[in-house]
């Protein structure tokens, strides 16, 4: 998998030893080429550097050099009380920060042995699922913008905006929610919350029709995604990739129908999945779970329980001594917490486990023998976030 | 460690202890990995809820035998190796690290683990085993998740699991990277987060923050503290 040098060494020698009389080496497969793309680079999405080795435009193999964005999560989590590490990991996933800090939340309660209330997980949902539709808007305009089609970023980032907006009025933040807190919400839905959810749903679901209008049927977006990017469900399975990604190579599973949390089993939805497991088929699977994302909040906003919103936690936390683990979809795949008590105020360990960061790694196994505009749309339609490929 | 303890501690009237000691004694609970803390009134006192939480606190939960014919199947076969708890109703294996690389290859073979969710380790540095090695699995077929867990000392290797799990290969070097656990066999043991000359592993528990922090300005600003 990482037979490639990155070094100027390799790539000196790669042409200093060519020796153009050996028939082995003809002179025309001597433009086996190392060339480096990112980590400034528009298409990765951030600060990810992927080694290309390319024969001509084809690629015979990937590396990617990853680790700029560290900032050391895990450690940070171990000098801070249970409490004070919740908004650390908004910053992880940044664009759906909602959904990290559930699974967060979600993980200590379930350390704590408690569970939040009934209205409590409703708005949860609500969040989370509007959360997914705007991460998935993002991911749209700008894996379409890597591709050459600059409109649907337009049109995402309008309708990402009623989200943010909601987002915003519900706990001030736009991107770095920090919405949860261990044990419920700390805030109740602001006056005309329900009605202006029910209007984003209303709003949305033609503007889906519209992105889909522009791409689906689009000859130059079926040209640059149809077959491109292909991974099996077997390889998936075995590099571990979640979300989208796996569901568009056929296999149907999504955490919140297989172990459900946060009472999604009290919603109706689809998992959709896709046949190819390219990069066209990954993009309808996307485009149908914004749809089912609306479908849930639908019924989530119509059926939303009045009560509490806080469970009865300790003011200082302070869980036994033990171990668990806990994950939920997240809008780019399973993102689980490890959790490690001492008995103390302070976590022991925190391991997150990101879906990026594995999905990331089928990379390689995606885009040998594409082209080097492939990687592109690849790394597009692998949905990472950098801050949490990195953490 | 001592810099660790500048962090603030909210206080707490049910902290019993002054701040400043709150850290060297977590560290003792967490090595030798006991109960034997005084047990903490419920937090909150009269405010504490009185349900579920509140009776479990002093103690708190504690890992129970877990049985299942998954568990009959190994226990017959391993025997004294092999332990099966469950914390919380979560299932884990406690295994003997010689027996690891047949195990982990036996549940993927023979019941359908076939997604290796994360391997992630954890630093107890006052045990005698100062490592625990953690595999999340889980099987799609079965729609059933456990962890496997070894004990394993400092300098120690275990055999890698990417023959197993394509998956493993970036989970073991990022264990290697904050740890420093070699894996057996693994195809590219090298750094993955952080760069390759970096000295030390980060999530170590005698790794400090701030005397990394330290040693980088002194070197790189020639001032003698950033903090």
């Not at chain 1, 998935?136 to 943010?164: C, K, N, S, V």
């Amino acid at each position: 998998m990482n037979e490639i040098k990155d070094d100027s060494a390799a790539l000196k020698n790669e042409f200093t030893n060519l020796d153009l009389e050996t028939p082995e080496k003809p002179y025309l497969d001597s433009n086996e080429l190392i060339i480096n793309m990112g980590p400034q680079h528009p298409a990765t999405h951030g600060v990810l550097r992927v080694i290309l080795k390319l024969d001509g435009e084809k690629v015979l193999g990937t590396e990617c050099v990853i680790g700029y964005l560290h900032r050391g999560v895990e450690k940070i989590a171990e000098n801070r009380t249970y409490t004070m590490f919740n908004p650390y990991v908004d910053r992880m996933d940044y664009v759906a920060a909602v959904s990290n800090g559930l699974g967060y939340c979600l993980a200590i309660e379930k350390l704590l042995n408690v569970e939040a209330p009934a209205r409590a997980n409703y708005i949860r949902v609500i969040l989370t699922e509007l959360n997914r539709i705007a991460s998935h808007q993002l991911w749209l305009g700008t894996h379409a913008l890597d591709i050459g089609a600059m409109t649907p970023l337009f049109y995402t980032f309008r309708d990402r905006e009623e989200i943010l907006k909601i987002f915003e009025k519900y706990c001030g933040a736009r991107l770095t929610t920090h919405a949860f807190r261990i044990g419920g919400c700390q805030y109740e839905t602001y006056a005309g919350f329900e009605k202006e959810v029910k209007n984003f749903v209303q709003f949305v679901r033609p503007k889906i029709d519209e992105y889909e209008e522009l791409l689906t049927t689009n000859r130059i977006w079926l040209e640059r995604t149809k077959n491109v990017g292909v991974i099996s469900g077997a390889d998936a399975i075995a590099l571990g990739v979640t979300g989208p990604v796996l569901r568009a190579s056929g296999v149907k599973w999504d955490l919140r129908k297989a172990q459900p949390y946060s009472r999604y089993q009290n919603f109706e939805f689809e998992i959709p999945t896709g046949e190819n497991g390219d990069t066209y088929d990954r993009y309808l699977v996307r485009m149908a779970e914004m749809r089912q994302s609306l479908r849930i909040i639908e019924q989530a906003v119509n059926a939303i329980p009045e009560g509490p919103i806080m469970a009865k936690v300790p003011k200082v936390i302070k869980p036994a001594v033990g171990e668990i683990y806990q994950s939920i979809e997240a809008p780019k795949g399973e993102l689980g917490y490890f959790v490690v008590s001492d008995g103390s105020t302070q976590p022991y360990r925190v391991r997150v486990r990101p879906p990026s960061f594995v999905n990331l790694q089928a990379l390689d196994v995606m885009v040998r023998g594409m082209l080097v505009a492939d990687v592109v749309a690849v790394i597009g339609t692998l949905d990472i976030v950098l801050g949490e490929v990195d953490r | 460690m001592a810099e660790e303890s500048k962090t603030p501690v909210p206080p707490s009237p049910e902290d019993k202890k002054p701040a400043t000691e709150a850290v060297p004694s977590k560290q003792t609970s967490a090595a030798s990995n006991a109960v034997e803390k005084p047990p903490a009134q419920p937090a909150a006192s009269g405010a504490a809820p009185p349900a579920k939480p509140a009776p479990a606190k002093p103690a708190g939960p504690v890992p129970e035998a877990w049985n299942s014919p998954l568990v009959e199947k190994y226990k017959h076969q391993f025997g004294s190796g092999l332990e099966a708890l469950s914390y919380l109703g979560q299932n884990y294996f406690a295994v003997d690290r010689s027996l690891i690389a047949n195990f982990l290859k036996l549940l993927r073979d023979d019941d359908q683990f076939d997604y290796c969710v994360d391997i992630t380790a954890v630093h107890y540095p006052k045990r005698d085993k100062q490592f625990d090695l953690i595999w999340i699995l889980y099987s799609f077929s079965r729609n059933e998740r456990i962890r496997v867990k070894t004990q394993i000392a400092d300098g120690e290797s275990l055999p890698s699991s990417v023959p197993i799990w394509a998956t493993a290969n970036w989970l073991e070097r990022e264990v290697y990277d904050m740890f420093g656990i070699k894996f057996d066999g693994h195809p590219d043991m090298r750094r993955i987060l952080l760069p390759e000359g970096w000295k030390g592993f980060p999530l170590r528990k005698d790794y400090g923050i701030l005397q990394q922090d330290k040693e980088w300005v002194q070197i790189n600003l020639g001032i003698e503290s950033g903090q």
